[in-house]
């Protein structure tokens, strides 16, 4: 007997019930332990830490840490569909200034080919009410994460003619799923399913190792399941969960909200000129801002991914026609600001960048990137880097871009600003967000050193372009920010 079963967007499994020969024993037994062919949904709680990918402070150094004091994980294995509720707190790091923690209450969800997020939109007042915002970056990893639950990963390996081989004492199960994504799961001689290891893509690491450990198995309530669940991706931990309790089959009935179940379309590149040959290029999460000089453009970063790239690359050619794109300063190598960079590297830019960063990116982009291969992939050209220590000058005879390293930020130690002394602009990212209402209570540290180092560095700002946030601010809205530090 057969029943469809709907994973990844665009695939169906057949689950086979009356499991055959070609699957071994231990696959079988485990499922029967785990009663992988009952479950069609789970909840899972508990508390533990959770670690914020592509943040590091470093690079090359782990995620940063949150202490999660509540973690509720309800998946439908049949849609499939899941939702994750968390509450968390940024751990204290000893020697890095951060701001004071906040408790964050993250609301997750997918289902099928869909995933959003359900919280306030970003930099809106205290008090504003959470809309759903679609994440259409996150559905590989979150429908990831339900096949990489015990009874997930049963369920699909038996769905989708897994092939077992012996590994020791334990038998190694893989499969692969929606024509490309595969999946490596180890059952040891208990039975029990001890790591799934699969890939997802990542604009800056590419096929992304995600892998999953599962210990200390015990009855819940007539559920088996690991007490203790780890979560590594690249390379680093993204989860560690101690599970308290764990409920089989309750109802989880998870729909797309209307206004994004469909396909949302790319944000427009909007532009507001600053100066002569000078603009602030926005219209989603991120920005940039393009820098023409006699022969060419200068672009201070490339965030989030080659879409948006290829849209500001298509900007600036109807900015400056017949002036290619020559520089790209990169902020700082956090993932969602340096997630564009490759394809200014395909189309042949120098990637200006704190020397911190070279290595960690060359790194980084030797790895394949099969899952979605991007414009470099295909050519395959080496990066061309110009670094920096502390200060760098780019300059056509006539304007002068300083790019400067924020010292002494705990956000992250290659941070930059850049500044344009002529036209008397400080572009930044991460370390000031300009945000409606009143200054907070307590004065964001970021945004204080953002300002001593203004000083520091005999800066005259008349305008701040920071890389978040509503718009361009002045000099007076960052001292109005900090106020109670530099009063």
């Not at 079963?5 to 695939?11: A, I, S």
């Not at 220590?389 to 790019?403: F, N």
Request: aromatic share 8%.
């Amino acid at each position: 007997m057969r029943k469809a079963l709907n994973t990844l967007p665009g695939l169906t499994f057949a689950l086979t019930m009356a499991f055959g020969a070609a699957q071994a024993a231990s696959l079988r037994d485990a499922a029967t332990a785990l009663g992988a062919a009952n479950v069609k949904s789970i909840e899972f709680s508990g508390s533990g830490r959770w670690f914020q990918f592509g943040q590091a402070p470093i690079p090359n150094a782990p995620w940063p840490q949150f202490d999660v004091t509540s973690y509720v994980a309800d998946i439908n294995y049949d849609v499939p569909s899941a939702r994750v509720q968390q509450v968390r707190k940024q751990a204290i790091e000893p020697g890095r200034l951060r701001p004071d923690p906040v408790e964050q209450k993250p609301d997750l969800y997918v289902s099928g080919g869909t995933a959003w997020n359900v919280a306030p939109p970003p930099n809106s007042p205290p008090g504003t009410a959470p809309v759903p915002t679609s994440q259409p970056g996150a559905v590989e990893e979150r429908l990831a994460e339900i096949w990489a639950t015990p009874q997930g990963f049963l369920k699909a390996a038996l769905a989708n003619d897994a092939k077992s081989e012996p590994a020791g004492a334990n038998l190694e199960v893989s499969f692969t799923a929606g024509g490309k994504y595969h999946y490596v799961g180890v059952i040891n001689a208990r039975n029990q399913l001890e790591r799934v290891r699969t890939w997802i893509d990542s604009p800056v690491l590419g096929d992304t190792l995600v892998e999953t450990s599962f210990s200390d198995y015990k009855d819940f309530g007539g559920a088996q399941f690991p007490a203790h669940i780890v979560r590594t991706q690249g390379g680093h931990p993204v989860l560690d969960l101690n599970v308290a309790a764990v409920k089989l089959n309750p109802a989880v009935d998870i729909a797309a909200p209307q206004n994004v179940a469909a396909a949302p379309a790319p944000a427009p590149v909007a532009v507001n000129k600053l100066a002569n040959g000078v603009y602030y290029l926005t219209g989603g999460t991120h920005h940039s801002v393009a820098i023409e000089q006699r022969d060419h453009v200068v672009l201070v970063e490339a965030p989030l991914n080659e879409e948006r790239s290829l849209a500001l690359i298509d900007k600036i050619k109807e900015l400056a026609p017949n002036k290619p794109i020559k520089y790209v300063v990169a902020s700082h190598v956090h993932f969602d600001h340096s997630g564009g960079l490759r394809t200014f590297v395909d189309a042949d830019a120098v990637i200006v960048a704190h020397e911190l960063d070279k290595p960690y990116l060359e790194g980084a982009w030797a790895a394949p990137h099969t899952l979605r291969p991007d414009l470099l992939s295909r050519s395959q050209k080496p990066a061309k880097f110009e670094t920096y220590s502390d200060r760098h000058v780019l300059t056509d005879g006539s304007r002068a871009i300083e790019i400067h390293r924020i010292a002494g930020n705990g956000h992250s130690d290659d941070l930059a600003l850049v500044y344009l002394p002529a036209e008397k602009i400080l572009i930044e990212a991460d370390a000031y967000t300009p945000t409606p209402g009143n200054p907070p209570a307590t004065p964001n540290p970021y945004s204080v050193n953002l300002y001593d180092n203004i000083q520091k560095l005999k800066l005259d700002v008349a305008q701040i372009a920071a890389l978040h946030g509503p718009g361009v601010v002045t000099l007076a809205d960052l001292r109005a920010a900090i106020s109670q530090a530099t009063n």
